[in-house]
């Protein structure tokens, strides 16, 4: 029988609203959080540095009082392919959170191995499949039994999308406008400079807005310093 189309009046159709930058960043706080307690496999934030993404990952592991190279172990900045097998080998059952190790994203077998460990599929077999390396200490395969959270300072758009699929996805990038909103939000709370009043915190807040378009490098370390000068 042929198959019946449904149609449906175009003004029945909502498109999705982007959620704001707030939003966003609660929905990383969230889904950071499955994965620390197990119920997810991984994560990928993608946005600039200085926004919040590793503060927000330390508190929630200091939350649940996870134990480094016990429960986790946290790998920071520059890795070879060899450096990276080796490390998710030795830590296949951990949570690994990865931070500005956006270089290994600039190498095939980096890429090939995140992929890898990524991936959805209930058994992650990661092997490494050459012959040269008979220096590499232990098993060249291991079965990855682990969580990930990845967290880049690049765009969402010059990250291969073959190791996005493989992940949940939060993107935290901001426009000036988002980033004064989103030190709005945080500048309550925020544990600096503690003497002063929130009138004089406002008053750093909106001379950051008057230039927001001119400073570079505008991010949650800005707020921060300008407190600390202050």
């Known amino acids: 029988a042929p198959l019946k189309i449904i149609s449906l009046p175009l003004d029945d159709i909502e498109p999705p609203l982007e959620a704001d930058v707030n939003e966003r960043f609660d929905q990383f706080k969230q889904l950071c959080e499955l994965v620390l307690l197990g119920k997810l496999k991984s994560l990928f934030v993608t946005g600039e540095g200085g926004i919040g993404k590793t503060f927000t990952a330390r508190s929630l592991i200091e ?19 060899l450096a990276l097998f080796q490390t998710l080998r030795n830590n296949f059952d951990k949570l690994i959170i990865f931070d500005d190790c956006d270089s290994a994203l600039d190498h095939d077998v980096c890429v090939n191995l995140l992929k890898a460990v990524l991936d959805t599929y209930e058994v992650r077999k990661v092997k490494w499949m050459t012959s040269r390396d008979t220096f590499i200490n232990g098993d060249k395969e291991f079965i990855f039994e682990g969580h990930v959270i990845f ?32 030190m709005k939000y945080i500048l309550p709370s925020m544990e600096v400079a503690m003497s002063l009043e929130m009138r004089q915190k406002q008053k750093i807040l909106a001379l950051i807005d008057k230039y927001k378009n001119t400073i570079e490098n505008l991010n949650m370390r800005t707020l921060k310093k300008g407190l600390e000068v202050y």
Not at 63 to 81: A, C, M, N, R, W
């Open 63 to 81: 939350k649940h009082s996870l134990i480094e190279d016990q429960d986790f172990v946290y790998v920071k900045g520059y890795t070879t392919p």
């Open 151 to 182: 967290l880049s300072n690049l765009d969402r758009d010059k990250v291969d999308y073959a190791v996005l699929s493989r992940a949940l996805v939060v993107d935290l990038y901001m426009t000036p406008t988002e980033k004064i909103e989103r």
